[in-house]
């Protein structure tokens, strides 16, 4: 994809909404004080700002959810006085928000086309199936929401996704994305940017909030940012910052590296902690192995619906299990609820915050000791015990301690999430869960929480986060279990990942059938072992494989290629048959995507005094096969 800075523009269209001086009072309190916002035809315009720094409650203004207390707002040349979401939609406004505000008892389909259901006449069913499957085919994702499932049935990221396919659908001239990506992999942001460039080039104009800086690197073309509700940098040049740029007018200092990577001792990390063997909860987990020990940050890697929530949920006693194995400290365990779960020590911080994590008519105080309820029988609780911690994690949270009695719900969303995982801090479990835990939380409070998380882990917890986000994982974890189709594939260190590497791990096994039947055909064509790997210097790691294992390779596993049987052919990758010193022979054709990504190495190795195929032929075979099929990866 071509970066924002790389196109031409040489001349700016006029703006379709100018918003100056736009200010919003929520009782004594001051959401935007002097907000300004600029969107043009043909831009995608990055609104910025840590949590609470009003961007939410902007983009709420310009799509009618909400009337500001005062300021100017016009569109296409005209005032812009809105007194519903309906005002807004009638004049080709649309809001993609970060908290979904779909019907749960209609389907996926209904849902796409809510707006439509009001309207006068009769709606073709045929025509929104037909509609509705290309836009999620675009999305990259109809095989993951069926189109006649209630949405109440859908995880918190597949309502997202709904989301995004209803605002599509409504052809809007002006569409606002809130935090769109926050449950997408790489892949998945990929597909979306695509089509926000087609947007973008068919003259709309978009407006994009993430806390993701390198995102907004990647499709943007201007950027607004927010600070305490005042527009600190408007309409500024995307090209003309730096992410230190951006930072700083965030938060209005340097916090360093997002990313501060854990310095682990070897004798710092402890024994086996936690253990599930041959996890099974269908339809979404099919067979789940991993293992955390005491000090480590283990990553759980994979797409949405890739069945990695599913599988906690079962763990935790909030879905039912057909098989699997499950121990904390060598010891067998039935967690057959919640309750159970705490008592063996097991904290878990749920994907979706308000719906899952937090009792919105509590105080914070009351929100903060809730688990505690968990690790008792009796009538009493213990809350006076664990007053000196409370304090201690309050400070260390920034939170003041004059505000434990007031409303969770006052608090941004980077804070009510850290006052969640306080929460199970305050249970000493020895194995701590996350599910997103940084999901539409500011770049500030991302990097608070992962020290957080890293401070427990130095401590002795077993650390186990959940996340889409491909560069958090390889940021924050030691190693990295990858989930796909329900099935835990590989289990490696950090460290031999890249996001890509992550990216073709983590694709769904039914969008890679084909390159799989390939490997098929290859062997049923000349025998042998067929094999599509991953290569990074010497280093490998097999995706697929078939046949004899002649190879080496195994699928899921990484090795350096002395430590497989064709380890002349890894190094040389040469465009003929290498020969071992065994003499087996093998040849490796590299696969790339239609923006010239590497999708890895197709390769086949035949045992000694087999017929050598013509290297020509068989290059020009997985040519034509992989035309069509890499773009599936």
């Given at each position: 994809?071509?970066?924002?800075?790389?196109?031409?523009?040489?001349?700016?269209?006029?703006?379709?909404?100018?918003?100056?001086?736009?200010?919003?009072?929520?009782?004594?309190?001051?959401?935007?004080?002097?907000?300004?916002l600029t969107l043009r035809p043909g831009e995608?315009?990055?609104?910025?700002?840590?949590?609470?720094?009003?961007?939410?409650?902007?983009?709420?203004?310009?799509?009618?959810?909400?009337?500001?207390?005062?300021?100017?707002?016009?569109?296409?040349?005209?005032?812009?006085?809105?007194?519903?979401?309906?005002?807004?939609?009638?004049?080709?406004?649309?809001?993609?928000?970060?908290?979904?505000?779909?019907?749960?008892?209609?389907?996926?389909?209904?849902?796409?086309?809510?707006?439509?259901?009001?309207?006068?006449?009769?709606?073709?069913?045929?025509?929104?199936?037909?509609?509705?499957?290309?836009?999620?085919?675009?999305?990259?994702?109809?095989?993951?929401?069926?189109?006649?499932?209630?949405?109440?049935?859908?995880?918190?990221?597949?309502?997202?996704?709904?989301?995004?396919?209803?605002?599509?659908?409504?052809?809007?001239?002006?569409?606002?994305?809130?935090?769109?990506?926050?449950?997408?992999?790489?892949?998945?942001?990929?597909?979306?940017?695509?089509?926000?460039?087609?947007?973008?080039?068919?003259?709309?104009?978009?407006?994009?909030?993430?806390?993701?800086?390198?995102?907004?690197?990647?499709?943007?073309?201007?950027?607004?940012?927010?600070?305490?509700?005042?527009?600190?940098?408007?309409?500024?040049?995307?090209?003309?910052?730096?992410?230190?740029?951006?930072?700083?007018?965030?938060?209005?200092?340097?916090?360093?590296?997002?990313?501060?990577?854990?310095?682990?001792?070897?004798?710092?990390?402890?024994?086996?902690?936690?253990?599930?063997?041959?996890?099974?909860?269908?339809?979404?987990?099919?067979?789940?192995?991993?293992?955390?020990?005491?000090?480590?940050?283990?990553?759980?890697?994979?797409?949405?619906?890739?069945?990695?929530?599913?599988?906690?949920?079962?763990?935790?006693?909030?879905?039912?299990?057909?098989?699997?194995?499950?121990?904390?400290?060598?010891?067998?365990?039935?967690?057959?609820?919640?309750?159970?779960?705490?008592?063996?020590?097991?904290?878990?911080?749920?994907?979706?915050?308000?719906?899952?994590?937090?009792?919105?008519?509590?105080?914070?105080?009351?929100?903060?000791?809730?688990?505690?309820?968990?690790?008792?029988?009796?009538?009493?609780?213990?809350?006076?015990?664990?007053?000196?911690?409370?304090?201690?994690?309050?400070?260390?949270?920034?939170?003041?301690?004059?505000?434990?009695?007031?409303?969770?719900?006052?608090?941004?969303?980077?804070?009510?999430?850290?006052?969640?995982?306080?929460?199970?801090?305050?249970?000493?479990?020895?194995?701590?869960?996350?599910?997103?835990?940084?999901?539409?939380?500011?770049?500030?409070?991302?990097?608070?929480?992962?020290?957080?998380?890293?401070?427990?882990?130095?401590?002795?917890?077993?650390?186990?986060?959940?996340?889409?986000?491909?560069?958090?994982?390889?940021?924050?974890?030691?190693?990295?279990?990858?989930?796909?189709?329900?099935?835990?594939?590989?289990?490696?260190?950090?460290?031999?990942?890249?996001?890509?590497?992550?990216?073709?791990?983590?694709?769904?096994?039914?969008?890679?059938?084909?390159?799989?039947?390939?490997?098929?055909?290859?062997?049923?064509?000349?025998?042998?072992?067929?094999?599509?790997?991953?290569?990074?210097?010497?280093?490998?790691?097999?995706?697929?494989?078939?046949?004899?294992?002649?190879?080496?390779?195994?699928?899921?596993?990484?090795?350096?290629?002395?430590?497989?049987?064709?380890?002349?052919?890894?190094?040389?990758?040469?465009?003929?048959?290498?020969?071992?010193?065994?003499?087996?022979?093998?040849?490796?054709?590299?696969?790339?995507?239609?923006?010239?990504?590497?999708l890895g190495w197709i390769g086949l190795t035949?045992?000694?005094?087999?017929?050598?195929?013509?290297?020509?032929?068989?290059?020009?075979?997985?040519?034509?096969?992989?035309?069509?099929?890499?773009?599936?990866?």
């Amino acid at each position: 994809m071509q970066s924002p800075s790389e196109r031409d523009t040489p001349v700016r269209a006029e703006p379709l909404l100018a918003a100056h001086g736009v200010s919003k009072h929520f009782g004594k309190t001051h959401a935007l004080v002097d907000a300004a916002l600029t969107l043009r035809p043909g831009e995608v315009t990055g609104l910025l700002g840590a949590n609470g720094a009003g961007k939410s409650t902007l983009s709420r203004i310009v799509s009618g959810h909400i009337r500001p207390t005062s300021g100017m707002l016009t569109f296409d040349g005209a005032p812009l006085a809105l007194s519903s979401t309906r005002d807004a939609l009638r004049q080709g406004i649309a809001l993609v928000a970060q908290e979904t505000s779909l019907a749960p008892d209609l389907s996926v389909l209904e849902n796409i086309f809510l707006p439509d259901l009001a309207t006068p006449g009769r709606l073709s069913f045929r025509t929104m199936r037909t509609r509705a499957t290309e836009l999620l085919a675009g999305l990259g994702h109809e095989h993951v929401l069926p189109l006649d499932a209630e949405v109440r049935t859908l995880s918190a990221a597949q309502r997202q996704l709904v989301e995004i396919a209803k605002a599509l659908a409504l052809d809007a001239r002006l569409v606002i994305f809130d935090e769109p990506t926050a449950s997408l992999s790489t892949t998945e942001v990929d597909g979306l940017f695509d089509i926000m460039d087609r947007l973008r080039d068919s003259g709309r104009a978009l407006a994009f909030v993430s806390h993701r800086l390198e995102e907004v690197f990647a499709i943007t073309d201007r950027v607004t940012i927010l600070r305490e509700g005042q527009a600190v940098a408007e309409d500024v040049a995307t090209s003309s910052l730096t992410q230190g740029d951006i930072i700083q007018h965030m938060v209005g200092r340097d916090i360093g590296a997002i990313y501060a990577k854990r310095t682990v001792a070897q004798d710092a990390v402890g024994d086996t902690i936690f253990d599930v063997r041959g996890l099974k909860a269908l339809p979404w987990v099919r067979d789940m192995t991993f293992s955390v020990r005491a000090g480590e940050i283990l990553g759980l890697g994979g797409l949405v619906g890739a069945g990695r929530s599913e599988a906690m949920e079962a763990i935790w006693g909030l879905r039912a299990r057909q098989a699997g194995d499950i121990r904390v400290r060598g010891k067998e365990v039935t967690l057959r609820k919640p309750a159970d779960a705490v008592r063996a020590g097991i904290g878990f911080v749920a994907e979706d915050r308000r719906a899952q994590n937090i009792v919105p008519d509590l105080s914070v105080r009351e929100n903060l000791l809730l688990a505690q309820m968990g690790q008792h029988r009796g009538f009493w609780r213990g809350y006076g015990r664990k007053a000196d911690k409370v304090t201690a994690l309050i400070a260390d949270l920034g939170l003041p301690a004059d505000r434990l009695d007031t409303s969770l719900l006052n608090y941004s969303g980077g804070m009510q999430q850290k006052i969640i995982i306080a929460r199970w801090l305050l249970t000493e479990p020895d194995i701590l869960i996350l599910d997103e835990p940084t999901k539409g939380v500011d770049i500030g409070t991302r990097s608070s929480i992962y020290r957080l998380l890293q401070r427990a882990a130095d401590a002795g917890l077993a650390v186990i986060v959940i996340s889409s986000d491909f560069e958090e994982l390889l940021g924050l974890a030691e190693r990295i279990v990858v989930v796909s189709d329900g099935v835990s594939i590989a289990d490696l260190p950090a460290a031999r990942l890249t996001e890509e590497k992550l990216t073709l791990l983590a694709a769904p096994r039914t969008s890679t059938r084909r390159n799989q039947a390939m490997l098929r055909d290859i062997c049923d064509t000349y025998g042998g072992d067929a094999f599509w790997t991953l290569i990074d210097g010497d280093e490998t790691i097999c995706l697929a494989q078939s046949g004899d294992a002649l190879s080496g390779l195994v699928q899921g596993q990484a090795a350096t290629a002395p430590q497989t049987h064709i380890p002349q052919a890894l190094m040389a990758r040469s465009d003929t048959f290498v020969t071992e010193d065994d003499g087996r022979f093998s040849l490796l054709v590299q696969m790339t995507d239609r923006r010239g990504h590497d999708l890895g190495w197709i390769g086949l190795t035949l045992p000694a005094g087999a017929a050598r195929p013509d290297a020509t032929q068989f290059r020009t075979r997985i040519s034509d096969l992989t035309k069509t099929e890499a773009t599936d990866v």
